[in-house]
């Protein structure tokens, strides 16, 4: 199946995309300044409709990614490892000769499998302890 990748997406897409997965809508201009604070952002497109998303939050050294999301009807072609991988491609040419970048996320339940395909591993390994998180709510 012939596809485009773009850097970017538009947050009626964003919204749509999470909606086909059963994920809430949010606010639009929530989504726009995420979308504009994010390192990176890839979409991709089949016949001008996008069809997957994923984010990273970065600062050069360390990439936290959010937001992984293939529409439903598309699930199981290979689109979110190739979201994925583009992720790390573009994380590979930010980062300088000797220099190291950590790519970090938090997988839903049972979607472990698909991160380890795109050359994750799970936490704890090595020295790390587990992942930790905090939500705030307001
Ligand atoms: C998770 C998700 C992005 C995967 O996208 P996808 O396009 O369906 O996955 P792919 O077809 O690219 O799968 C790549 C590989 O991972 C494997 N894989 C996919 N989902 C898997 C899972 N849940 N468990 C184990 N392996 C999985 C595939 O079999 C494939 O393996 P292969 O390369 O040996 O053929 C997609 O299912 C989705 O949008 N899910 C709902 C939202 C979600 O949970 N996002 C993740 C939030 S952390």
Redesign the pocket.
């Known amino acids: 199946m012939n596809y485009i990748i773009e850097n970017g997406i538009d947050p009626l897409e964003y919204n749509r995309l999470r909606n086909t ?1 059963g994920w809430d809508s949010k606010d639009e201009s929530l989504i726009k300044d995420a979308v504009n604070s994010s390192a990176i952002v890839k979409s991709i497109k089949i016949d001008d409709k996008t069809i ?1 998303m994923a984010r990273a939050i970065g600062d050069g050294i360390y990439y936290l990614i959010v937001d ?3 529409d439903k009807e ?9 979201l994925i991988d583009e992720i790390s491609k573009e994380v590979y040419g930010r980062t300088q000769v000797g220099q190291k970048a950590s790519i970090i ?4 339940q ?2 472990e ?2 991160y380890e ?1 795109c050359g994750f591993r799970k936490v704890p390994f090595d020295f790390t302890g587990y992942g930790m998180m905090k939500s705030i709510q307001k």
Request: hydrophobic share 45%.
């Open positions: 997965i997957g992984v999301v293939v598309y699930h199981g072609k290979g689109f979110g490892k190739v996320l938090i997988s839903m049972g979607k499998g698909f395909k």
